[in-house]
C-alpha cells in the first residue's frame, strides 16, 4: 500500500462549490427573514387574540357593571 498525493482541484470545481456555497447563503438570509415574518405575525395575532377576549369580556357586561 502506498500513499497517493492529494489531487489538486480544478479551478472550475471551486468555482462551482463557491456558487453553491453562495446560493445556501441567500437560501438560509431568505429563511431566516421568512421565520422573523412568520414570528412577527404570531405576535401580531397573539397581540388581536387578547384584544379579542378582553372586547368579548366587555361585551357581556350588564348595564348595572359598568360603574364596577
Same mark, same amino acid.
Given at each position: 500500500?502506498?500513499?497517493?498525493?492529494?489531487?489538486?482541484? &480544478?479551478?472550475?470545481?471551486?468555482?462551482?462549490?463557491?456558487?453553491? %456555497?453562495? !446560493?445556501?447563503?441567500?437560501?438560509?438570509? !431568505? %429563511? !431566516?427573514?421568512?421565520?422573523?415574518?412568520?414570528?412577527?405575525?404570531?405576535?401580531?395575532?397573539?397581540? %388581536?387574540?387578547?384584544?379579542?377576549?378582553? %372586547? *368579548?369580556?366587555? *361585551? &357581556?357586561?350588564?348595564?348595572? !357593571?359598568?360603574?364596577?
Amino acid at each position: 500500500m502506498s500513499l497517493e498525493a492529494p489531487k489538486e482541484e &480544478n479551478p472550475s470545481d471551486k468555482e462551482k462549490y463557491d456558487e453553491q %456555497l453562495q !446560493q445556501k447563503d441567500e437560501q438560509l438570509a !431568505q %429563511l !431566516q427573514k421568512q421565520l422573523q415574518q412568520s414570528e412577527a405575525i404570531q405576535q401580531e395575532k397573539e397581540t %388581536l387574540e387578547t384584544e379579542l377576549s378582553s %372586547l *368579548k369580556q366587555q *361585551k &357581556n357586561k350588564k348595564w348595572y !357593571q359598568f360603574w364596577k
